[in-house]
């Protein structure tokens, strides 16, 4: 005989679906609190007793009292802003007194999400931080379980839908090319990152609308990833084009990818082409030239994380009023920009 599939033990969300309900309620119902109509009441346990479903223990006997641990739904990934932002909520967090719980997932969707959710919900957290940085993630955001207090770090796809903290991609863009419009370039070209980034996207705007507002050509954007061989590949094919004087990298990983292909074959940075890159990464300033960046405080969006997922405990999940303002972003300059050599 085969071996028969296993069965997926309910989850609170699949309670709170059957009866038409928020996670919260549900949880008010297990817990014997007052507060909830005695029509809901049934509802929910017809929904408890239809599913067999069992509540974690662990998450009953935090009932009455707000748990001091803060989910965090992420991906696995090494790249340095997404593990950078994890740092600076784990950092937040642990200043504010509560410890977190990480589910990292290999693909940021609905489906994934969701499971995530119910999962950290099942060991009673006290809300959910989601690093969202792609397309399907911000998809994913309006499909979630309503009920879980929960806040997106993301560059706009969530706004509407969770309270979103971001920094602001595109004015970091802005200042990127405007510095080395400043230094005498005619126009800036631009190694951006992959198209399913919302981050990716925003700095292309932002470089599209620097080189608008000056009048500007605007060169075609070299599209690739987010690691140095990206900006390697790129860059050989720029090394014998005299018109190309300045680059704008969407990461720093992309910019030490290019700097080594120019030097490659030759052209120096910046008395050749002046380079900037995007996060400041600690090695950026030991790169050779130093590499003038964009750099992002990721400790600031996890502070205003922590901040405003604690706002939403506080006001028993009701969103804050307005959108929280995006955190600014800092331009660095090193000796990888000059003044357009003649």
Do not use: K
Request: with cysteine; glycine share 10%; net charge neutral.
């Amino acid at each position: 005989m085969g071996r028969q599939p296993a069965v997926r033990a309910a989850v609170m969300s699949d309670v709170a679906r059957l009866a038409g309900v928020s996670h919260q309620t549900v949880s008010r119902v297990l817990n014997n609190h007052p507060s909830v109509r005695e029509e809901t009441r049934q509802r929910v346990l017809r929904a408890v007793r239809q599913l067999n479903y069992r509540p974690n223990a662990l998450a009953r006997g935090l009932a009455g009292r707000r748990s001091r641990v803060i989910g965090v739904v992420s991906f696995d990934t090494i790249l340095y802003g997404p593990a950078a932002t994890l740092l600076g909520v784990e950092r937040a967090a642990r200043a504010a007194g509560y410890g977190i719980n990480i589910v990292a997932l290999e693909r940021l969707d609905r489906a994934g999400m969701t499971s995530a959710i119910d999962a950290l919900t099942e060991q009673s957290v006290a809300g959910v931080v989601l690093i969202a940085p792609m397309t399907t993630a911000a998809v994913a955001v309006h499909g979630l379980p309503t009920g879980v207090p929960a806040v997106v770090v993301e560059s706009g796809g969530g706004a509407g839908v969770l309270p979103s903290i971001s920094v602001d991609q595109v004015t970091g863009a802005r200042m990127a090319v405007e510095h080395l419009l400043r230094l005498g370039h005619e126009t800036v070209w631009h190694v951006a990152g992959p198209r399913d980034w919302l981050e990716a996207r925003d700095r292309v705007d932002g470089w599209r609308q620097a080189l608008e507002a000056a009048g500007r050509p605007g060169p075609p954007v070299l599209v690739g990833d987010w690691s140095p061989r990206a900006g390697y590949e790129i860059g050989l094919t720029l090394t014998d084009r005299s018109d190309v004087t300045a680059v704008f990298c969407a990461n720093d990983h992309q910019a030490l990818g290019l700097m080594s292909a120019l030097h490659q074959r030759g052209r120096r940075v910046p008395d050749h082409v002046s380079v900037v890159g995007f996060d400041d990464i600690p090695e950026a300033e030991y790169l050779s030239p130093p590499l003038t960046t964009i750099r992002q405080d990721f400790d600031e969006v996890g502070r205003r994380c922590v901040a405003t997922l604690l706002e939403l405990l506080d006001a028993d999940g009701t969103s804050p009023r307005g959108a929280p303002p995006q955190v600014p972003p800092t331009l660095v300059v090193r000796a990888s920009s000059a003044v357009r050599q003649s």
